[in-house]
């Protein structure tokens, strides 16, 4: 009879607080808990590390830079003042500089409308960026810490210095080569190979969501018999796009508590006290959003049928579960492989086969170029270099054009072809740069002892910041503000020559990597 009793109270319990306290359908971990107005920036991803020791685990926020871009800098300007207000992040670590390089000192010297007037003329110039916009503005308390190590800086900002002799030529060069490339397309691409590419394109240019795309490259794989399941992250972000439109939200929420009233009834004594004590570890934040679920999915197996009477919780865990399963730098991979798959199945010819790889070749040498490659991306160019060079291309390009009577000017690019390895001491001195961020992030958070940190980089670093951080142990957001126009990037290259002179009134530049 007591033990009964007993039981019954712990119920009671249990129910009031799993079913009043809100926590099916958000974790209260920094990461998951996470939210940026998408009129500011959007989150890419979040990796959190699972491990026992999650409590100390260092967190880093990493917003990816664009230099120098007026609307950008004032929206990261935004996301930092919401990150330091609303989560109580005091270190803002970024590149460009070494140690400190807090300009909080300037605050004194003006009234604050003052310091927005003269700090807002200067982040339009591009002479300051968004964090330091912030710093100079407001009167929040946090520290500027540069992660930079000056030699390699130096070495990489002289890499730079010395290819701009070479890099506009090179550009313009790529930019006629790709001028004949696109005018053989409606001469030698099948319709089917000219419709996947008008596609490829729409998304490219934002003109088709990543949601729709990644639909229309399910269609495709299908239709040539390519599964699209062996791809199990465009497989899942493809479900999880179309259950997350099955799903009602506001009938989930109704249907929770019954769900956990109706589990309660089925434990035993010793269960409800596992419950219990695995809903206060998801409130301490010592076991994750995916954990908790599967924890709640597994007590109600053999004595709940949630498909049957809670579908709207079931749709829900499945939502989760998929979510969980998608890494998008895994998808972004799946993505470009079955791109791959499609086309070659599209191809019919050898001409079509050699323009498809010329025009590829391109796309990369292209960003190459720009300065625009991810570190994965540059690994790649570096294994089968020989393929980028123009030479190569000429022979197969020159009679194409003469039979569809095409006229060209075809040259062997000895601004791209002679010039490739100084491009890649660029690079391979960025990717040095990394290694450097890393240890000079975890030595000033160490000393300092905070878990939680804002990481600013530009965007070649994000995905290689983001793989160091991933094996080192830390936990991670990578965030992007919000960048409507694209506009020229002379402002930042002035920035990096040195030069003052430019009126301060030119137009935003467009994102670059640095």
């Given at each position: 009879?007591?033990?009964t ?12 607080f ?33 491990s026992?020791?999650?409590?100390s685990?260092p ?47 300037l ?19 591009g ?18 810490y ?32 790709r ?5 053989l ?17 729409r998304?490219?240019?934002k ?23 062996e ?11 179309q ?13 929770r ?11 035993t ?22 954990e ?8 109600a ?8 009477s809670?579908?709207q ?18 998808l ?12 070659e ?5 050898k ?34 270099e ?20 095409i ?44 878990k939680?940190?804002?990481v ?17 142990g ?7 503000p ?17 030069e ?5 009134t030119?137009?935003d ?6």
């Open positions: 009879m007591k033990q009793c007993y039981r019954r109270i712990i119920l009671l319990v249990v129910i009031q799993l079913v009043f306290s809100g926590l099916v359908f958000s974790s209260s971990t920094l990461l998951t808990d996470l939210k940026i107005p998408s009129q500011i920036g959007s989150i890419k991803e979040v990796f959190e590390n699972n026992l020791n999650s409590l685990t967190t880093i926020i990493q917003i990816q830079d664009a230099h120098c871009n007026y609307e950008a800098q004032k929206n990261l300007a935004t996301i930092l003042e919401y990150l330091i207000k609303e989560k109580n992040v005091k270190l803002v670590l970024v590149e460009g500089g070494s140690g400190n390089v807090t300009l909080s000192f605050r004194s010297y003006a009234e604050k409308k003052d310091r927005e007037l003269i700090a807002d003329k200067y982040l339009r110039s002479k300051i960026s968004g964090e330091e916009y912030l710093d100079i503005v407001s009167d929040y308390n946090f520290e500027l540069g992660i930079e190590d000056p030699a390699l800086y130096q070495s990489n900002l002289d890499s730079f210095l010395n290819i701009e002799v070479y890099r506009n030529d090179a550009l313009k060069e790529t930019t006629a080569l001028k004949i490339v696109d005018a397309k409606p001469e030698m691409y099948s319709e089917g190979l000219k419709d996947f590419e008008q596609q490829k394109n998304y490219q240019s003109q088709m969501t990543l949601a729709e795309y990644s639909a229309y490259l399910k269609d495709k794989a299908e239709r040539i018999n390519l599964k699209i399941e791809y199990s992250h465009i497989d899942a972000f493809v479900k999880s796009v259950l997350e439109k099955e799903i009602d939200f506001k009938e989930a929420e109704a249907q508590g019954l769900f956990i009233k109706e589990l309660a009834k089925t434990l004594e010793p269960e409800v006290k596992e419950l219990i004590a695995r809903t206060q570890d998801y409130k301490a934040q010592k076991i994750s959003n995916i908790y679920y599967a924890f709640l999915k597994s007590k197996e053999g004595r709940i049928n949630i498909k049957e809670f579908p919780i079931n749709s829900y865990m499945f939502y989760i579960e998929l979510g969980n399963q998608i890494k998008p730098e895994v972004i991979k799946d993505i470009s492989v079955i791109e791959n798959k499609i086309k199945a599209l191809i019919s010819n001409g079509e086969k050699e323009l498809c790889r010329i025009s590829d070749s391109l796309d990369i040498l292209e960003r190459f170029l720009k300065l625009d490659l991810t570190p994965g991306e540059y690994e790649n160019f570096i294994s089968c020989n393929d980028f060079k123009t030479s190569a291309w000429m022979e197969f390009l020159a009679q194409a054009c003469q039979k569809y009577g006229t060209d000017n075809l040259q062997d690019s000895d601004s791209i072809d002679g010039n490739i390895d100084k491009f890649n001491d660029f690079y391979r001195i960025g990717l040095e740069r990394e290694q450097s961020f890393m240890k000079n992030i975890a030595d000033k958070m160490a000393a300092s002892g905070d939680v940190a804002v600013i980089t530009g965007g070649f670093h994000t995905s290689g910041m983001s793989k160091l951080f991933k094996d080192n830390y936990s991670y957001a990578v965030v992007t919000a960048i409507t126009e694209k506009a020229d990037p002379a402002i930042y290259y002035s920035i990096l020559r040195g003052t002179g430019r009126d301060d030119t137009t530049s467009d994102s670059e990597n640095d």
